[in-house]
């Protein structure tokens, strides 16, 4: 099976992408490298995968149209997991046309490209932020979600809507997932734990928002990666799920479905580290919520699947991994294949290593 994973060099995207080729898939993936966070760590990721012969990658970017248009002329793909995106909240704040590039534009390629292309089986990237203001929980797919709080938000729940009125009016098969709170080896630098673990070991404070009286359902990477392979398998079919709708599309939740307090999730850290925390207590940051809380009932029930790795377990992981990465070189460390990759200009393709 030919597979496309956008986002490839991403969190999510990295993982996925070494899940499917160690199952003996074809992946190619494609991402823009951008700066949003360290591009070092981006191009670690990336030399990772291209030591898999199955393995094809391009620099190509979401919002260039006519560049990823041609990629699904050139190319023919069963499946597409689109994962690449522009992420977080905060962020959003400082430079709204990012997201509106990336997420809106760059989707709707991703739809026409899958469209055009008889595509088995979209699966593509929601978020939890898409609950917003919500105070029911826990978070179920059929809650309302027309409150978001943020511009990232608002293109995640966009990006549903959009998936949806493909789905119906071309039969696409479309499936939206909702991760909450994805942590792990070789995570984001820009999330919380990867910050806290960073000034823990660097002896520096830690900002500790809504004076910690905030919950996340923090949920592992493999559990993630487990519940994508699942859900991919598995396209939705054109059958009433709903009074509403009978268009080939689902979206599920994937969470812990175990919320843990902030101050808790710093003590775990804490003890991972071995070493205590200096915390700068501070108020909450606009477009940030009090709470998440996965209902994961439906994902158990289509694909017999929901995450359950315990949160110490996880950041022990995440601990090992970032002292092995960073610990000995420094915080550029990273492997002589990842230097070698560069930036190209979009439609060229970057050569294996």
């Known amino acids: ?78 499946r597409v997991v689109h994962l690449a995106g522009q992420p977080g909240v905060r962020y959003s704040l400082e430079n709204p046309h990012a997201y509106a590039d990336s997420n809106l534009t760059g989707f709707i390629n991703i739809l ?45 729940k966009a990006n549903e809507l959009m998936a949806h009125s493909y789905s119906h009016l071309y039969g696409l098969p479309i499936t939206g997932l909702r991760f909450f709170t994805v942590y792990g080896p070789w995570g984001r630098p820009d999330m919380a734990y990867f910050k806290f673990v960073k000034a823990i070991a660097e002896n520096k404070p830690i900002d500790v928002y809504n004076f910690g009286k905030m919950q996340r359902d923090f949920t592992y990477i493999d559990d993630v990666i487990e519940g994508v392979v699942r859900v991919m398998a598995k396209p939705p079919q054109s059958i009433a799920q709903n009074s509403a709708t009978t268009a080939p599309y689902k979206i599920y939740n994937i969470g812990n479905h175990s919320p843990v307090e902030l101050l808790t999730f710093i003590e775990v850290i804490e003890k991972a580290t071995g070493k205590t925390a ?50 000995a070189a420094g915080e550029n460390s990273y492997s002589q294949e990842a230097a070698e990759i560069e930036h190209l200009p979009n439609g060229d393709r970057l050569a294996k290593v």
């Open 1 to 78: 099976m030919n597979i496309l994973v956008t986002g490839a060099a991403g969190f999510i995207g990295y993982h996925l992408a070494q899940r499917l080729l160690s199952q003996g898939q074809q992946v190619y993936g494609i991402d823009n490298l951008n700066d949003y966070y360290d591009v070092n760590l981006k191009k670690a990721r990336l030399a990772q995968l291209q030591t898999h012969s199955q393995f094809t990658f391009e620099y190509l970017d979401l919002s260039d149209r006519p560049s990823i248009s041609q990629l699904f002329q050139n190319h023919k793909f069963d």
């Open 278 to 327: 200096v915390k700068n207590f501070l108020p909450m940051q606009p477009g940030d919520v009090l709470s998440t809380y996965a209902d994961v009932s439906d994902l158990m029930q289509d694909v017999g699947f929901k995450p359950s790795t315990p949160i110490a377990q996880g950041i022990h992981k995440f601990v090992e991994w970032y002292r092995d990465y960073y610990g």
């Open 112 to 156: 026409e490209g899958c469209r055009h292309s008889q595509i088995e089986h979209l699966v593509f990237a929601s978020s939890s932020s898409v609950y917003g203001a919500n105070t029911k929980v826990p978070f179920a797919v059929s809650d309302n979600v027309d409150h978001p709080i943020s511009l990232y938000a608002a293109t995640k």
